[in-house]
């Protein structure tokens, strides 16, 4: 790769990698949605997309050749990172390197017709895919966990508590059919968000016809224009995982309220320690997920901020301020998601202490019974 | 009403109206909406929960009786807000005047089995609808006019401009027809939020008959579960707005840039004066809508974090959030939308200038034309 | 006043004054500080400026016959936001307004080499002083309350509370002297930021001397250079009035998170109903703080957004979504330090229920005392 | 390190290192503030505490043995993440680690009296320190070649732009001091956070005469009383941050639109290339800038909502939020001020065609050279 790190005038010998991701990983980057958003993950797919549109634009044979160059493990990233810093586009240096790994014959090949901002926007949608499959089968995982304490506790009194004050009883099970539904619907909201491929050109007037055919090549819907400028796929990603995180954030919260030692009405079972006070018995899993869920409203609102300020047909900042934005939604929500999953499916109820807690009142459950029933059966369904 | 403002151990004599919302009205609450989220159209919200949880609830005689007195007009805010600021909630005031208005034989038949929440919330839902109703008509309009521009400019070059730069050439009609798929795009995303009542009672464990009874009476979507706690509708809603309110700001920000006087190529038609510079013509329009899309994105983020701190059956605080947020997000959206809609009615686009930008350069519009078509098919079908 | 609400091309009849202020503002604007940003604060404050820049620039006579008309109760802010609506300025339609009350004679002494942001940055600073006043005495209003618990209850054993588990004995005055401190040092964090005039005409070089002398008069700070697009200030204010709430919304969680029934170790004296329970005994005081600085963060956050986007000389939009946020940051945070004064000035201690809920754990209160005895210290110096 | 990643409940084999930090990292971390919050900092400055505890508590040649186990290099990063999430503290696991590593004769002097988040916090003090030298002294040199400019142009005539249109004119080196003192006053704004140590042991009740050796070991500030659930100086800092970042961001939106086609009044030295256009300068740095100081403001925002979350003597999650969303906003901070000392550095100016935009113009520069001259000297004092 011609590229030297050491002579551009923006050279810094290295880019740092920064920041305290490893350390503090264990709580932020749970579960598998983290890898996904990696600095392979990213380039992969955005190897993935040049991939594509050779195959979209370029005969058989040299499209075969150029995909066959196009794996992530080719290149080195912090040579891209040097690239990126000196163009603040990763995709011209990476467009560089692979024409010079596949070779003058097939340079012309690479990148046919197509502006940086059309990889890394699609590079986006599948690193958004890809982080989501995971992301949502957790979430199902969590909400199933939710589902049979429903079934389980559908007639265990509790109190219901407004304004953290004790109201009058319902059920567990209901309460955990509302976490149920919570975070069905919220997963199903990120699954629900639309993927297109952008593949516009240097201004967006590129023929529908590469779009088309990258597109279905690599499993995107197609816009009915290029997007540059259009943010709102990505905020519609970055809203529905606020969505998720917040869900993730109740259903934790409540834990963390219900595990106070004078409630005492549940427990995480895997349970944490405390470095001065041995005998603690903290909500590890509660306590993370809050983390990540209190983390995720200010990456949304830069996603929002951003979308109005994406000017002509391409932004200068707002858009490259979304990479880095979206990267951390996604692995905060997954690890929101996945300590929501491992919090539930190891929660240990305590029936005596609801009814000790209700003391001699009244139960009168509702319609607990038939609202369980309904939500279990859209869980179900 | 026996509420008395001057006795109640919490009695302001009379609460503040606040806030500078005529002067700068103007500005941030122009076109149809802001009178959509007044305290009269809160307050009459409530009122027509209350009247359809009669009709569902009542015998017809008493139900009637009691919806004939639920009219805004009938009620003194002022001394709402005195009982609102007693109980955090404006329901308990409410209902206790309501049942004063009513007498003694029919008060019983007030607010049977409801909670606060389910007022509030609902109502919230009709004022989201009543809202919103103009708001996508609004932004219907300002699309329709970026569909004329686009039409009559399909083949009107100019430079596309990346980074703030001159690029390659582009058809202004087709820069058009992107704002025109963003506009009609993120306008559906607010018209398919899903709406849904609230019918719970105090902990959410209330039969879903009366709350479809009361759904269907107001026309609104009926849950599968009442959603006290679990904010997805109203933070969806809020993610919603806030894609609008992008999607107008960029335009106005393409206008006001497009409107400098070294580019030239937009003017908008009413321009507004300076208190010192009589010769200058500001993009008046473009700046009170990018204004009101500043201040959007702040409150989508007040919503997400409220829906993580919501607490077991009703949340201390975190729901009370949630009001006044709403109705400056409502209201600044409606706003940014008349703005965008007037701005873009009355735009004066100078194709010679345009050409003059371009200069030399070769122009080649690429697939404009048909990008053009689709989008227009799209806005049209 | 000329300006004809009916004929202009940007008429609308009569600007909405818009959203629920007054309903719900027995929640969000409660004590002295929503009065200090209304319209006519705001408005009355625009017009102490002119007079200033007039006693600063005209004759002595002339001077004090335009000060002499600067009244609010003078002008009608209908038609005012019906001008600021046509320019984007309320100052555009308010010195035309006094132009026309002063007559010819002294018009031209109206406003001399000011611009519209010079009036509208300079009000706004006299609108944050006057705000400040209350805010910061109701703050030490609920720090001395603060201050008598910390006194009172210094050796008062509870539970300290770590990740919402029991962990070891504290004082309960050592818990509400950490609030007064808190308290404390975020009210001279509000209290410390400098308010500067605002006088550099059109494009910020007006000779200093007037904006020294219009300082003088109105008693602020005299910047290095005009600060027309370096919003330093005012992000300064909006975050040091997210301190402030933050502190509140901390001191009210707190509240009621020992007001829960199963904890019990303090109540608020006077407690709200509830619209279907009348037993419950909300912690309304503390719902109110939460929901104020619940409110506050995302405000923050578009300061400091519209801050990056100030533009050139002066900025179209980002400057003008200013003033409704500081509004709104001024009357939230302001709500949020009376409901705090309230709670803490009525605050019910249970020491018999703190020493039950400690059990037969070993009571030991460290430092408590030196503790609380350098925090009084600190708060009475 | 007794920690075994393979069998613990919580184990994953490797926690994620996550998310795209090289790859993006040459625009999001450039110069060095990254390396000041990378996990190896984060942990050097926790083992620095835990020594400087040591030497507080323990025996000189105790103490002594401790400090000189506590290197980074000495402990298994990938480890403690994985103790980190087993106990939602990153302590629990190291001062495990430190304990077998000095052996048991010494390991009861190790973190003695002290509370994880009095490591944490204090660490988090130290990180803010080193990071905040090199992010100081950066901004000084942005601050310096914008002196330069301010000098060198101080009658260099321009138009002065409001709301985008031309107004009137002014000097580029008043435009350019303008920077200059928006730069100074932010960077003095983020040196003058008060740092201060947090010593409290579990609930913040511990003698402060611990907290006062350790401070002055650590040469920070000591607190009043330990702020364990007292947010207002980490706030203060993410505000102080913020208010630098968006400094940087004005001034880069600036040169991105003075550096227009249309405009051609400035131009970065080094400009970037782009994949499709090579004809192209693109504002390299300023684009990066802005693209940093995008993400800030949502995450001052994070750190005003935690502050309000914090509960009792430790938050469960609202304190965890803070590591992460702080180190990102060091680096962020770091980023843009990097880049726009680079592009300040490197920025050509063509008066020439300044002059030619201003056209038949008459130039009256008002107090333009008096006001540089007060600028500077503030700059220069």
Same mark, same amino acid.
């Given at each position: 790769?011609?590229?030297?790190?050491?002579?551009?005038?923006?050279?810094?010998?290295?880019?740092?990698?920064?920041?305290?991701?490893?350390?503090?990983?264990?709580?932020?980057?749970?579960?598998?949605?983290?890898?996904?958003?990696?600095?392979?993950?990213?380039?992969?797919?955005?190897?993935?997309?040049?991939?594509?549109?050779?195959?979209?634009?370029?005969?058989?044979?040299?499209?075969?050749?150029?995909?066959?160059?196009?794996?992530?493990?080719?290149?080195?990233?912090?040579?891209?990172?040097?690239?990126?810093?000196?163009?603040?586009?990763?995709?011209?240096?990476?467009?560089?390197?692979?024409?010079?790994?596949?070779?003058?014959?097939?340079?012309?090949?690479?990148?046919?017709?197509?502006?940086?901002?059309?990889?890394?926007?699609?590079?986006?949608?599948?690193?958004?895919?890809?982080?989501?499959?995971?992301?949502?089968?957790?979430?199902?995982?969590?909400?199933?966990?939710?589902?049979?304490?429903?079934?389980?506790?559908?007639?265990?009194?509790?109190?219901?508590?407004?304004?953290?004050?004790?109201?009058?009883?319902?059920?567990?099970?209901?309460?955990?059919?509302?976490?149920?539904?919570?975070?069905?619907?919220?997963?199903?909201?990120?699954?629900?968000?639309?993927?297109?491929?952008?593949?516009?050109?240097?201004?967006?007037?590129?023929?529908?016809?590469?779009?088309?055919?990258?597109?279905?090549?690599?499993?995107?819907?197609?816009?009915?224009?290029?997007?540059?400028?259009?943010?709102?796929?990505?905020?519609?990603?970055?809203?529905?995982?606020?969505?998720?995180?917040?869900a993730c954030g109740k259903v934790a919260l409540d834990v963390?309220?219900?595990?106070?030692?004078?409630?005492?009405?549940?427990?995480?079972?895997?349970?944490?320690?405390?470095?001065?006070?041995?005998?603690?018995?903290?909500?590890? %899993? !509660?306590?993370?997920?809050? $983390?990540?869920?209190?983390?995720?409203?200010? =990456?949304? /609102?830069?996603?929002? @901020? +951003?979308? &109005?300020?994406?000017?002509?047909?391409? %932004? !200068?900042?707002?858009?490259? $301020?979304?990479?880095?934005?979206?990267?951390? =939604?996604? /692995?905060?929500?997954? @690890? +929101?998601? &996945?300590?929501?999953?491992?919090?539930? %499916?190891?929660?240990?109820?305590?029936?005596?202490?609801?009814?000790?807690?209700?003391?001699?009142?009244?139960?009168?459950?509702?319609? &607990?019974?038939?609202?369980?029933?309904? %939500?279990?059966?859209?869980?179900?369904?």
């Amino acid at each position: 790769m011609a590229i030297d790190s050491t002579s551009g005038s923006r050279g810094q010998a290295k880019p740092s990698s920064s920041r305290s991701e490893r350390l503090f990983g264990g709580i932020y980057a749970r579960g598998e949605v983290a890898a996904c958003v990696s600095d392979e993950a990213w380039l992969q797919a955005m190897l993935d997309v040049e991939a594509a549109l050779a195959r979209a634009s370029a005969p058989a044979r040299e499209a075969a050749e150029i995909a066959a160059a196009c794996r992530a493990e080719f290149f080195d990233l912090d040579a891209l990172a040097v690239g990126t810093a000196e163009n603040a586009s990763p995709v011209v240096p990476l467009v560089k390197a692979l024409r010079d790994a596949v070779g003058p014959d097939l340079a012309a090949y690479v990148h046919a017709g197509a502006t940086s901002q059309d990889i890394v926007d699609t590079a986006l949608m599948l690193v958004a895919r890809r982080s989501c499959e995971p992301l949502v089968t957790v979430a199902g995982r969590a909400s199933d966990a939710a589902a049979a304490l429903a079934d389980a506790h559908r007639s265990t009194p509790m109190f219901g508590r407004t304004l953290l004050q004790q109201a009058v009883p319902t059920s567990f099970g209901l309460k955990a059919a509302g976490w149920m539904t919570a975070l069905d619907q919220a997963a199903a909201g990120v699954a629900s968000v639309e993927l297109a491929v952008q593949m516009g050109g240097p201004v967006g007037s590129q023929s529908p016809a590469v779009a088309s055919t990258v597109a279905s090549c690599l499993g995107l819907g197609e816009p009915v224009l290029p997007w540059h400028t259009d943010r709102r796929r990505v905020v519609q990603l970055a809203s529905a995982l606020g969505v998720l995180a917040g869900a993730c954030g109740k259903v934790a919260l409540d834990v963390a309220l219900l595990s106070q030692n004078e409630v005492g009405e549940v427990r995480e079972r895997t349970s944490g320690g405390s470095s001065s006070m041995p005998h603690k018995r903290n909500p590890v %899993a !509660a306590v993370s997920a809050r $983390a990540c869920a209190t983390r995720v409203p200010g =990456l949304v /609102a830069t996603m929002h @901020s +951003a979308m &109005a300020e994406q000017e002509h047909e391409r %932004a !200068a900042g707002a858009w490259q $301020a979304e990479w880095g934005t979206m990267s951390d =939604l996604l /692995a905060l929500t997954g @690890s +929101a998601v &996945a300590w929501t999953a491992e919090m539930l %499916a190891g929660l240990e109820v305590d029936p005596e202490r609801m009814r000790a807690n209700l003391g001699s009142t009244e139960v009168d459950l509702g319609a &607990a019974d038939e609202l369980i029933d309904r %939500a279990l059966a859209a869980h179900n369904g």
